[in-house]
């Protein structure tokens, strides 16, 4: 029996956390790098993915949302949720219409095993109807055993670094104006080398997206990897490729009837972010439910980055995709 109990000790934690890594994000926030990837040191995170790390249990069922943070998460979640439960009720009684997509598939490594939890969660995971969603943002490689020896699958959203930069600037500046004081008045260009550098919790970017592209390759019925910019360009076609890979397509009789438009259209930033469920209230304490749907579209980023940052950004691309097939 899966249980959220701890067996990760503070002791243990800050043996740790004095015994790695450490760089300033910012010059201000303290990240620790754990197994390759980044953590704020003061944050829960660090521990609660360590409890995550040892304790989940993966059913082969379980279908398994993963991503860079400000990738198209939250977008992913609802079309998930959409796909595996469209026969459960009728398309104007959707769960979506009452609650936050956060709240419908949790995520693993913050909502199941951390403490900040503002809805209600289940005390055993196995209470979960199957089969069970979840998401995560840690990277292939730190993933539990148990994921990676299970037959459980994992959807994967990636998305065009320079658009992630401005969506990640948007998304933390008032939580770490919390945490590092009204003083802090970050530019996008401390953002841009920040993330270039890979100094930014869950990152390096890089490594994270290469990581699970690569595996999606290898693994093709393990690891679906879906682009948010192929999404936003062909929703209908996406849609399909994530309803087969978890084993549900649509049917010709649901297509003709314009089952996978309806889909894409509940699931559409307008309608989500128009719902009255997702404009107040905040998720894990400390984000605003509403700051999940900000602008939602592909190449914002040319408002906000500079030619040169571009130009920079296109040779790390090159650097780092190189060999890869990826590109964005
Ligand atoms: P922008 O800040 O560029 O608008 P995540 O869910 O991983 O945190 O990513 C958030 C980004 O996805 C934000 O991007 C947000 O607006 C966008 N987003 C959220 N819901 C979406 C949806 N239903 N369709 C398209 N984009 C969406």
């Known amino acids: 029996e899966e249980e959220t109990r701890v067996v990760v000790s ?4 800050e043996q740790l956390k004095q015994s790695l890594p450490k760089e300033l994000s910012f010059g201000k926030l303290e990240l620790i790098k754990y197994q390759g990837f980044w953590y704020a040191v003061d944050t829960d995170l660090f521990k609660t993915s360590l409890m995550f790390q040892r304790h989940f249990s993966a059913k082969d069922s379980d279908l398994i949302v993963a991503s ?18 469209r026969f459960k009720h009728p398309s104007n009684q959707s769960p979506l219409l009452t609650h936050h997509p956060h709240e419908l598939v949790y995520r693993l490594e913050n909502d199941i095993y951390g403490e900040a939890f503002e809805y209600p969660r289940p005390h ?27 037959r459980c699958r994992v959807l994967y959203i990636a998305r065009n670094p320079l658009d992630t930069i401005v969506s990640f600037m948007f998304f933390v500046l008032k939580p770490l104006k919390m945490i590092l004081g009204d003083d802090f008045q970050p530019t996008i260009q401390d953002f841009f080398e920040d993330f270039c550098a890979g100094k930014i919790c869950h990152g390096p ?35 399909k490729r994530v309803a087969e890979f978890v084993g549900m397509p649509f049917s010709c009789i649901e297509e003709s009837e314009g089952a ?28 605003d ?22 130009e920079r950004m296109k040779k790390l691309m090159e650097e780092k995709f190189e060999g890869t097939g990826l590109s964005f």
């Open 10 to 13: 503070d002791e243990e934690v």
């Open 68 to 85: 860079f943070p400000k990738t198209g998460t939250t977008w992913l979640k609802a079309l998930l949720y959409s796909v595996v439960n």
């Open 260 to 287: 996978v438009e309806e889909l894409v259209e509940m699931c559409s930033i307008n309608n989500l972010k128009e719902l009255e469920v997702n404009k107040t209230g905040v998720i894990n304490k400390i984000h």
């Open 289 to 310: 439910k509403k700051s999940y749907f900000r602008k939602g579209e592909v190449g914002d980023w040319s408002h906000y980055i500079t030619p040169t940052m571009a």
């Open 124 to 150: 055993h995971l196995s209470e979960l109807p199957s089969p069970r969603l979840f998401h995560t943002h840690l990277s292939f490689t730190t993933l539990p055993e148990t994921i990676k020896a299970s």
């Open 205 to 239: 970017f890089f490594d994270h997206v290469v990581e699970y592209w690569k595996q999606s390759l290898e693994q093709p019925n393990k690891v679906l990897f879906l682009k948010y910019e192929d999404l936003k360009e062909d929703p209908t076609f996406q849609l």
